[in-house]
């Protein structure tokens, strides 16, 4: 297992500085985030990214996200221009030596809360998705959106969007990310790239919008869709684990023992209610998820993909992008990498 960490570029006031000095990390998680969704990454900017993270002394492992444009996610015509801009942005992380490229396939919204600040018990703020609010929620409004999202549409349209998605179907989304499949797995295999869908966060279908990467049925449906290496999945515990129907540690070692995990994400969530969690810290002791278990499954799987603690709580008055804080996610990779080591001495 490499621990790795999320870097949201040159804006981000978690310096590389920061991250290096977090114990036990190695690797890096990124994107370009000046680039137009849809548009191709250039091999200069893919280079530059690359540079400034290994002059650090850290390593680029995993691209989080590179965002599908919504028109490949509605099957539009459109789509043909941006699946080929994919597929050559692809090909040039493949010869910056990139291994592993996260995305998701949810439609408009990337993950979605009720609220961004909720106080728990202990003073710290942390994300939370409450149902009820978030059925009541105008997605119109512009009352929904997260700083830490990898956006798949442009400035303005949200409205025509959605309008666009009335009447596509859970079927038609399973058509068209096959579509799209077929044609860039080719290229990620030439590429030596393992693409790695992260799911729907949360795992069922918010504001009437259809969401597909749900759970163990879908996600086998999902590596089925192209049977290669290529295809996998980024295991994400904290989006697949707010359903109490999703057990973790059994699928890390399905999946694991099929060879399709190839990015971890690693992070706690309390359930506490019928669609309703808050973003706990890593402990398993604070949230629903047992994170030796699912440490475990990792350990026996020989995991040895990049892995990285998920969202953290704002603690010590820290403030910023919500989730995505220094403090509790660099106190989240050093709980993951205690349990590791005491799992590597057995
Ligand atoms: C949610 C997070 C997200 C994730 C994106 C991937 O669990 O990991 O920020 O990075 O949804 O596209
Ligand atoms: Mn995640």
Redesign the pocket.
């Known amino acids: 297992m490499d621990m790795t960490f999320?870097w949201y570029g040159d804006s981000d006031p978690v310096t590389l500085d920061k991250i290096r000095q977090i114990p036990g990390m190695v690797g890096i998680v990124s994107a370009i985030y000046d680039v137009p969704v849809g548009e191709v990454w250039t091999i200069e900017k893919i280079m530059e990214l690359k540079k400034k993270v290994e002059d650090k002394g850290l390593a680029l492992e995993v691209i989080?996200?590179v965002?599908v444009h919504e028109d490949i996610k509605l099957g539009l015509p459109t789509r043909a221009r941006y699946i080929e801009n994919y597929k050559q942005t692809l090909r040039n992380l493949g010869q910056a030596g990139i291994k592993v490229v996260?995305?998701?396939f949810?439609p408009v919204f990337?993950?979605t809360r009720s609220s961004l600040d909720y106080e728990l018990k202990d003073g710290s703020n942390s994300l939370i998705y409450e149902e009820e609010t978030v059925q009541k929620m105008n997605p119109l409004n512009g009352d929904l959106e997260l700083p830490?999202?990898?956006t798949s549409y442009g400035k303005g349209g949200l409205k025509g969007l959605l309008e666009q998605y009335q009447n596509v179907t859970e079927e038609n989304l399973w058509d068209n990310l096959k579509y799209f499949l077929k044609q860039i797995i080719p290229v990620a295999e030439i590429a030596d790239i393992k693409m790695a869908i992260?799911p729907d966060?949360p795992p069922w279908s918010i504001f009437g919008l259809p969401r597909i990467i749900t759970n163990k049925e879908n996600l086998e449906r999902f590596i089925n869709l192209v049977d290669s290496p290529y295809n996998g999945i980024?295991l994400?515990s904290?989006?697949l684990g707010v359903s109490s129907k999703n057990d973790i540690p059994e699928l890390v070692r399905y999946f694991g023992a099929k060879g399709r995990i190839h990015f971890a994400?690693v992070?706690n969530i309390k359930i506490t209610g019928e669609k309703s969690f808050e973003e706990a810290s890593h402990n398993s002791k604070d949230g629903s998820l047992d994170m030796y278990e699912i440490m475990k499954a990792y350990s026996d799987i020989n995991f040895e993909g990049p892995l990285r603690p998920?969202?953290g709580r704002m603690i010590w008055g820290e403030t910023g992008r919500p989730?995505y804080g220094l403090y509790d996610r660099a106190l989240g990779a050093t709980y993951i990498n205690g349990i590791w080591e005491a799992l590597q001495k057995k």
């Open positions: 999320r989080e996200s965002p996260c995305y998701n949810m990337d993950w830490g999202w990898d992260h966060d980024t994400c904290g989006s994400h992070r998920d969202h989730g």
